[in-house]
């Protein structure tokens, strides 16, 4: 996992826009709301707000597949790491693309986890016009220090937050059950040295998944299982939930 520290210093009232999000039309409804922009290239969130409140805004199509996949933890991790105030923003219409899943309540339960775990703050907006309006808002109503600064900043919370991203980042495992297994196991070293039978046990893991996982902490580096070769990033966290469910995660993307 890339840990990213980005340090800006901004003026008062000013809202910073990675420059990548200028196609999705927001920064220039912002800008007929009478919000002062920045443009950065920024390497967490998309917009920066007075109070250090950072958002990352998330298309709930690619919020679902992300969060599936296990690439979103890897930005909420940055997020929590360099913000006061770290924000997913999910926009679109949630319900309607939950309804293609059979097991709503794993969504449910990582997404909770965002909150109570990552202490995110979450908000859903149904369109760009209204993210446009809901990101105005909160920037009229921010505090306008004379300087503020977007800076990697140090707390109690990290290395727990660190051992769980760690255990969340193997295939198949996410944060659910990533701290499932630390909760039984106790350390990251203890769910590394345990075998397929303990995964699947104690973190809920289905054994085929849990072999695959054994088998890379286990192998040595440069040997390939029989037939098989190992692709981290391609390989879906979201094993827990049905096949059709996968399906329709990658979709998404």
Do not use: C
């Not at 505090?143 to 255990?167: F, G, N, T, W």
């Amino acid at each position: 996992m890339k840990i990213v520290k980005m340090m800006l210093r901004l003026k008062p009232g000013v809202v910073v826009i990675d420059k990548r999000e200028e196609k999705s039309g927001i920064p220039k409804m912002l800008s007929k709301l009478g919000v002062s922009l920045r443009y950065e290239l920024l390497e967490v969130g998309d917009y920066l707000l007075p109070g250090d409140i950072l958002i990352e805004r998330k298309e709930v199509g690619d919020f679902l597949s992300s969060l599936l996949d296990g690439r979103l933890f890897d930005q909420v991790f940055n997020l929590v790491r360099v913000s006061e105030n770290p924000t997913i923003l999910i926009e679109g219409d949630l319900s309607k693309i939950l309804m293609k899943f059979e097991n709503r309540s794993a969504i449910w339960g990582a997404i909770a986890s965002l909150g109570y775990d990552f202490k995110l703050t979450l908000f859903y907006t149904p369109s760009p016009e209204e993210t446009a309006n809901l990101i105005a808002t909160i920037s009229k109503r921010s505090p306008k220090k004379e300087e503020y600064h977007l800076k990697p900043k140090r707390k109690k919370a990290d290395l727990r937050e660190l051992q769980l991203s760690i255990v969340a980042s193997l295939p198949g495992v996410g944060v659910v059950r990533a701290r499932k297994l630390l909760e039984n196991l106790g350390t990251v070293r203890a769910v590394f040295n345990a075998d397929a039978g303990q995964l699947s046990r104690f973190g809920g893991i289905p054994y085929e998944i849990s072999l695959k996982i054994f088998k890379l902490l286990n192998m040595r580096y440069g040997v390939e299982a029989e037939g098989e070769q190992e692709k981290i990033d391609n390989f879906w966290s979201g094993r827990h939930i049905s096949d059709k469910d996968e399906q329709n995660a990658k979709d998404l993307a």
